[in-house]
Every structure is written in structure tokens, then in C-alpha cells.
């Protein structure tokens, strides 16, 4: 099975020595698709990519961890988006983003035209595509492609509320897309967020979720148990202890890892939730993978190839 990930890709700036900054390729969905690659799997990245310096940067980089970006377009004058990251003294990530017009938010569905929908694939997404009415117009109409072709649709919802310029929308754009979703992963942080919302608990919110036709939702809430949620059944998997350096890219890597588990077991979208032991141990994997992560600065370099986590 065949990973797409369509999204934001980034260059992160990292805190380095001395003060300084390092420049590091990221976005969610460009790191979902690395980390499902260095696990062995086939990934496709789908995004606007710019005309300057950065462009380049992550366009070999992507390369270089084999993730294909042969469809991804050039966007003729406009830049590359740009995410300061800073570590409080519990190591938890704060960012400043500079994302204005940048490659990421001017693509249309036509620009994605001449790729193919793999015959049997998972296409994950995050919300950073949903913030603006543009983006999220093509966000929407490829999502709805996926959904005809019969994709595994993942959604991290990833939520940064510092780039969503009205707020108000959020909620609305958010949950649109939970009608075409079979996996959605949440940080209890960012699920308590859409309850507050909609006035109401995250019992109730995941009961409501099962209802439009989700299958399964992973929960994350840092060193705390993930738990895996289906419409029948609820699982908590026990995170290790490890020595924490960096949680930028910890979602990404757990995302990353349940997706290439699930494909390694041919976990298809009709068979999802058939068989619980299966995404048990998809879980514990993609546990594994986010935890070594946070045990390393950065995101690409830092997510595991299988070996890491065998």
C-alpha cells in the first residue's frame, strides 16, 4: 500500500547552538511521509513547493529519504513557509509561523491533475491546509478524490491555532472532513479544543465521530498511554521512558508508524477494524516510533528506520 500525503512542507527552524537557528525541512504531512519511508514503505508527497533557496532544500531532501515529490508543482514567486521553533524548560515545542502567500497555500486541484491514485492507498492529511478559503477549497476537492478512489483516509488534525486568521472557522473546517476520514488522530489536547467547541464531552464527541463513519481514533496526550478507540472497543497503550531531547515530529512518528503497520498487515479500508489484536500491535509500534523520535533533535533525521525499532 502506497502512502500520499498532501500538506505543508516547511522549513523548520530549529534552536541550535549559541542562539542560533538551523534550517530543517518539516511540515506534518512531508514528515509523515518520511517517517513511512524510512520504515520501508512507498510515499508520495503532494504540496506546493516555491521558487527560493528552501524549495530546493526540501525537495532533496524528500528525494533523499525516497519519498517521490514528482507531482508536487512549482509556484512561480512566492516562498517557502517558515516555522521558528523554541523548547520550554519541559522541552515542549512553541512556535512562530511566517506563512503569508507561500507556496504551500497557493495550489489548486488542477496543479495535482496528472497524479494517479494508486489502486490500493492510504492518503493522510492534517488540518494546516484548511485555514485559509483557497487552500482549503483544494484541500476539500482532493480529499473528495481520494475518498471516489477508495483511499485509506488518515487525518492528523495537527491543530496550530497561531495560523488559522479567523478562528471561528475552525471547528467547521475541521469536522467537514471527518465524513470522508476512517483514521483520525488527536492530541487530547487538540480533541478537548473541538469539544469546548461544541459544547460537549470527548465521550460524546467520539460517539458522534463513529457515527458519520469513522473507524478508528488514536488519542496522544504525551508521556501519558495513547489510547486507540474503535466504535465497540478502547485500548490504552503505555508509552515508554525514554530520556526526552525534542518532541518536535513525535505525532508524525507515531502517525507514521500506525500507517506503514497497518499496510505491512494489509490493513485495507474494507477491513479496518475487523480483526482488534492487529491494531493493537499497530499501536504499540507506532508508540515505539514516537518515543524514539523524542529521544533525538529534530524530525526527519530523528524518525526510526525499522531497524530503530524492530
Not at 266 to 286: G, M, P, R, S
Amino acid at each position: 500500500m502506497k502512502l500520499t500525503c498532501f500538506g505543508e512542507a516547511l522549513i523548520d527552524l530549529l534552536p541550535g547552538q549559541h542562539g542560533a537557528f538551523l534550517p530543517i525541512v518539516g511540515g506534518a504531512p512531508a514528515n509523515a511521509a518520511v517517517g513511512f519511508a524510512k520504515l520501508g514503505g512507498t510515499a508520495e508527497f503532494l504540496g506546493g513547493l516555491a521558487t527560493d533557496g528552501f524549495a530546493q532544500q526540501i525537495r532533496s531532501t524528500l528525494d533523499s529519504y525516497g519519498v517521490s515529490t514528482m507531482h508536487c508543482p512549482t509556484i512561480a514567486q512566492t516562498n517557502t513557509a517558515l516555522a521558528v521553533v523554541t523548547l520550554d524548560e519541559n522541552n515542549e515545542r512553541q512556535f512562530s509561523f511566517y506563512r503569508n502567500q507561500t507556496a504551500d497555500l497557493m495550489v489548486n486541484a488542477a496543479d495535482f491533475a496528472p497524479f494517479q491514485w494508486p489502486e490500493a492507498g492510504v492518503f493522510h492529511f492534517c488540518s494546516n491546509t484548511l485555514t485559509t478559503s483557497d487552500i482549503r477549497q483544494t484541500h476539500m476537492a482532493l480529499l473528495e478524490q481520494a475518498f471516489r478512489h477508495h483511499q485509506l483516509i488518515s487525518f492528523d488534525v495537527n491543530l496550530r491555532l497561531a495560523l488559522w486568521p479567523d478562528v471561528s472557522q475552525l471547528s467547521a473546517n475541521i469536522e467537514a472532513c471527518f465524513k470522508y476520514s476512517d483514521i483520525l488522530k488527536f492530541s487530547l489536547e487538540e480533541l478537548e479544543c473541538l469539544c469546548q467547541t461544541a459544547n460537549t464531552t470527548t465521550q460524546q464527541y467520539c460517539h458522534w465521530l463513529f457515527a458519520l463513519g469513522v473507524k478508528l481514533i488514536l488519542i496522544s496526550n504525551g508521556q501519558h498511554p495513547v489510547q486507540l478507540l474503535t466504535k465497540k472497543q478502547q485500548i490504552e497503550i503505555a508509552t515508554p521512558t525514554v530520556q526526552v531531547t525534542d518532541t518536535t515530529g513525535a505525532g508524525d512518528s507515531l502517525i507514521s508508524g500506525f500507517l506503514f503497520y497497518l499496510a505491512k498487515l494489509n490493513v485495507h479500508k474494507t477491513n479496518l477494524v475487523d480483526d482488534i489484536d492487529k491494531l493493537e500491535q499497530a499501536a504499540k509500534f507506532a508508540v515505539k516510533c514516537g518515543a524514539h523520535t523524542c529521544t533525538q533533535l529534530g524530525v526527519m533525521q530523528a524518525l526510526p528506520t525499522l531497524e530503530h525499532v524492530s
